[in-house]
């Protein structure tokens, strides 16, 4: 009896372990039981097949031939440690028989088999798990690339005012309309998180402090309808002073609320899923065929409401479940059992408005005799990687969505420079389609000249420094050039390394343009400068070799091939090449165009004469009516000219020409009208240059009559001559500008006063009378006997121009007053001239500053004489070697600049100009200070910059400062420095080496 019972016993146990071994082979996760000396008792079909064993080459030998763990005593202390319930489960990988590591989840649990405490292990596979997080991951970076390139969400931040510019999309995310929100830090800052505010007013410190390379901070923001938003907000200083202090940050926010709440509910998942984890990491059921739960895990009976497993058994669905689920359990289990097949599906379930996704697995149960035993299943928790999956779809429909809204060329290419993907907006510029574009290189469309350039930029690009930004000019296939901006991003695998490139276009081509138009204007501004300074300072007899230079240096400048001078002759019948100055290569004309009739050319004379330039661009499409003037440039092979009047007082005395020889040319307006400005130069010159030469004659000539003529009269004329060639020097003196109206008044007071005086001598002239009478029949006698004609002819024209009859009485009196008279013009005639003296080009003379000083004072007097006072205190310095008419410039510009000052001043008080100098051992100072209006510090930081003013426009250029500092600083070794504060002065400090080193003087 006893044996038979045993036999049944026997059987029912091994029928038992046949159909658990078939539960636990029906099971999609890996799962292991072994003893407490490692031995494997037990394993399943998914772990056999991931690992390539076969079930006898693993039952009884040791659990460590599965893992890479080869210390079985460390092994089984770890898995007693996991077993604890306080323990999450751990992530140590599994070993394959080739050798693969397969990265796992294992939770173990303690528990009794065959009356033997054993470790059962659950084995979750993380592999698809890791790839959709790389995915992800990898997705994410293009989605965080394509958001930087798009300009949502900008704010630009200014330090020197404390405002910030937000842009529309930065204060729609705050659910404002613009113009609710002001541009003041505080409408940032009191809108961040108490809990987040000092957190990120720090980490903006620190980038601006220069401890970080950029800014960027999570945070949630206050909102208009009261709720927090979660933003990514990023920035980086794009604008420093001389001292390295920020002045402007740019930025960007994103609102990164969504993804927030993602991560919130990630994070939950993952606490719930490895709390269940911690037993068995799904729910695992087996039902016989009428639907009756035989056995189930405690997380299933968790799941269901019940306490433990026990109050499961001998349930069906309908007594757990809602009626209608458990009727697609009850379908489900039917259709297992009557098809006899595995079912694998994956559904949503909702309870109380939560929806979560489950994969279930069920599997018919059969013995050995395939009789039907039941059915077998597992379910567990998928909603992560399907919150996963749809972030990935999310996160790709969003980066296509962005690229493809972006006016900017994005696209992206692989190591080989073969293009990847394009958006439409590169499609749009290169005229292509996609699949005309990616699979080929981009680089045909980069002109040579920077094609290196950009080969060595992404050769160097790193994970240390992924990012960078070039110029490049670009070519479209109709040879259209245009100018790009390239950001270029690497983009890196796990390991780090380059495998791709994502790049953004922005076409700068108008603003490269301008840039350029921009270097032009101010080469020209310095060119015309130059050439005007050189004119000034220029004697008649320079004024030949200046024309010369200048002419050359402006061919050389605009790039012409010949540049020339005609004037016309004094009846304006012919004209004459006078100037010219050749490239090389390209044969002169000066002397083959010389006494040209005018009229042989009546086209060119007719736009001439109407003041017009004439701009030909292409002389091979001159009109019919300029047959003449077509000829004579096609025989000296000129393809484009330009050709600007030199016109004075309101008349044309010739032309300045410009030729192209080697190549047409179109002139802009911008490049003409300096053109103009040169050629109003070069005729002042010209005709200052004929005017001294004229007086050059007239003065020979009164030289040759006052020879004739006795004591008297020779005594008269040289003092003519005298105020003569002062008034001269008044003219030559005109040239400075501003000072010429003061100037003038200065010499009409005493030329005034001189000129009552002689009017009064007229009453007093009878006491010469007799004299004169004498010499008038000397001059009659000598006319009758025909002796110098000529010269007696030209004595009687000045004897009625000087009015001899009206000298007036007490001579000497009067003429001693007439001196003092004429020593006050001295005086001024002789400042001025000592003051514009110019010494040989470039050539260093010992010079007292205090010379110069005093000269430019009485210069500038009828500039600061109503407004302020002249305080001197000039130290007994040493000379310097400098260059005086340009130190003397700077003193003239510093003293104007202080008597301005001084007149904006509104009070009743005078205004008060000091000067004072003094010297060291190596170097001699002059300090100039005023009591004026003063200088804000934002004027002051920029008051040496060219073109720099603060004046109306008309008023003022901004070179006299700039030329100043050039003067001190570069041509004299010496410094220029201001000191000021607004309402109560201005002081400058000029600062000069008492001896220029040699080089610069070389």
Known sequence: MHSIEDNNISDFLHEQRVNFQKFLDSIKDYLVVFNTQGEILIVNQALLLALGYEREELLAKSITILLPIGDKDALLKLALNIAKEDVPPDSFPLLSKNGRIIPVETSITIGKWEGHSVFFA????????????????????????????????????NLKNNTVFFSARWREIRGFEEHELS???????????????NSVIETVQRHLRGETPFYQSEYRVLCKDGNYKWILDRGKVMEKDARGKPLRVVGTNSDISARRRTEEALKQREAWLSAILNNFPFLVWLKDTEGKFLAVNEAFARSCGCGNASMVIGKTDFDIWPKELAQLYVNDDREVMNRRIKKNVEEPITDEGVTKWFEIFKTPILDEQAKLFGTAGFSRDITGRKIVEEALRESEARYRAVVEDQEELVFRFNTDGLLLFVNDAY????????????GHSFTPSIVREDLAMLETIIHDLSANEPVATCRLHVSKDNGQLSMQEWTIRAILNSACQVVEFQAVARDITAQWKAEQQLHYRVDVENLVAHVSSRFINSTAEETAQAIKDSIEQIGSFEGADRVYIFEYSQDGTCMSNTYEWCATGIEPQLDNLQDIPKNSFLWWESKLDKMEIIHISRVSDMPPEATAEKEILQAQDIQSVLVVPLVWKGCVEGFLGFDCVRQEREWSKESIAPMELLA??????????EAEQKLLISQEALKEINNNLEARVVERTQQLQKFQSQLYLQEKLASIGQLATGLAHEINNPVSFVATNFATLAEDISCIQVILEKYKKLITQLAASGICPKEIKDIQRFEED????????????????????????TSIIDSMRNFAHVHHLDTYVSYNINKGIEETLVIARNVYKYHADIELNLADVPEVSCLPGQLNQVFLNLIINAAQATAMVKDIRRGLIKIETRFTQDE??????????????????RIFELFFTTKE??????????????????????KLVVESHAGVGTKFTIALPQRIKEDLQS
């Open 183 to 197: 541009d003041s830090l505080e409408e940032w800052s009191t809108r961040i998180h108490p809990e987040e505010r």
């Open 953 to 974: 426009p008309g008023q003022g250029t901004g070179l006299g400062l700039s030329l100043c500092y050039d003067i001190v600083a570069n041509k004299h070794q010496g």
């Open 427 to 438: 499609c749009r510029f290169f005229n292509h389609n996609r699949s005309e574009l990616e």
């Open 680 to 689: 109003n130069i070069f005729i002042g010159g010209l005709k200052r240059k």
């Open 802 to 825: 000087l009015s001899i009859d009206y000298i007036m009485k007490d001579i000497d009196k009067l003429v001693d007053e007439s001196k003092n008279g004429f020593k006050r013009i």
């Open 122 to 157: 659950a084995i979750k596979d993380l592999t698809a798990l890791q790839h959709s997080q790389q995915a992800l991951q990898k997705s994410e970076e293009k989605w965080q690339f394509a958001t930087e390139a798009s300009a949502e969400g900008i704010w630009d931040w």
């Open 924 to 941: 001699v100072f002059c300090e100039i200070s005023d009591n004026g209006c003063g200088i804000s510090p934002d004027i002051e930081r």
